[in-house]
């Protein structure tokens, strides 16, 4: 359990203590005491950009942070694509494509590495606490969002499973026939030749449909070599909700697996413990909200 700044130099002056973790500071004694340990709750406010953390016990906060997650990863791996068929193209052009090898196909429960590198970040960041202190129960709040709801409010039943590309073979067949076939480049254009373009590049934006406009070739060339300036902007992106929906129950079943004692709230419950406490909107609160302890009061020690 925590102790004050001035116990602890006491201890370790004495050869009572030794020192485990310098960020943040931690000691260990070296003999067994018997003192009993309190009962300590850890909330965890899982995200797709940042973690809350909160340790507490009935009447103070031990342990608070908020944890930046990684977002480059999408971006690495598109280079290393570019890379590796750029590779391939230079010293096996005539190699037959091969499709039966992805890992995808071999291994059951597959995530992609953008949300595998995440949940592993959630899950490193309890275990660190749970290295660090007592903690007897571990509560996971995750949100779960209906991206269809966000885009049409009035959707309902059947109409779940009729999306906007329904009837149609693929994306660029959607996109042309969201815009008539028609060059959405310049105003009038009545170019014959269309191409799909990506508003923001694929490595940033992907193949989403808001993300693509119609444009002719000629259009299409002259953007790419500077002569011509669209003011067109990407649709609302939907990729922190998809990957909440996504990780929600694959990061909880993974600590179940882990820990004996683990619960789960919902960001209701959360919104409505921090107003009646009067506490200020952030990761590391929420995450003292979760824990069950929110008018616990920050400690001073060290």
């Known amino acids: 359990m925590p102790t004050t700044p001035r116990r602890a130099r006491l201890l370790l002056k004495q050869g009572k203590a030794k020192v485990i973790t310098r960020t943040p500071f931690v000691i260990q004694l070296t003999t067994a005491t018997g003192e009993a340990k309190q009962s300590i709750a850890l909330g965890v406010d899982a995200g797709s950009k940042k973690i809350g ?51 995808r196909r071999k291994k059951k429960g597959w995530l992609a590495p953008s949300i595998e590198s995440k949940i592993h970040t959630h899950l490193k960041a309890v275990a660190d606490i749970h290295g660090l202190l007592p903690v007897t129960k571990t509560v996971v709040e995750t949100a779960a969002f209906d991206i269809q709801k966000i885009k049409n409010t009035s959707i309902t039943g059947v109409e779940y499973q009729q999306g906007d590309q329904l009837d149609f073979w693929n994306v660029r067949e959607y996109v042309l026939f969201r815009d008539g076939h028609q060059c959405q480049g310049r105003k009038g254009c009545k170019g014959r030749i269309l191409n799909v373009h990506h508003i923001e590049s694929r490595k940033t ?32 992106s939907f990729r922190d909700a998809a990957f909440m929906g996504i990780m929600r129950w694959a990061f909880y079943n993974r600590l179940k697996d882990i820990y004996t004692s683990v619960g789960f709230t919902y960001g209701y419950l959360t919104k409505n413990t921090r107003i009646r406490a009067g506490l200020i909107k952030g990761h590391a609160v929420d995450a003292r909200c979760i824990s069950g302890s929110p008018a616990s009061a920050p400690s001073d020690n060290d």
């Open 53 to 103: 953390l909160s340790a507490t016990t009935e009447k103070e906060e031990l342990y608070a942070a908020e944890v930046l997650l990684r977002t480059d990863i999408t971006k690495n791996l598109s280079s290393r694509r570019e890379y590796r068929r750029a590779r391939r193209n230079r010293k096996t052009r005539y190699r037959q494509p091969r499709f039966l090898n992805r890992v």
């Open 205 to 236: 934006g992907g193949d989403a449909p808001n993300n693509l406009i119609t444009l002719c070739e000629g259009c299409h060339n002259a953007y790419h070599a500077g002569k011509l300036k669209l003011n067109h902007k990407r649709g609302q």
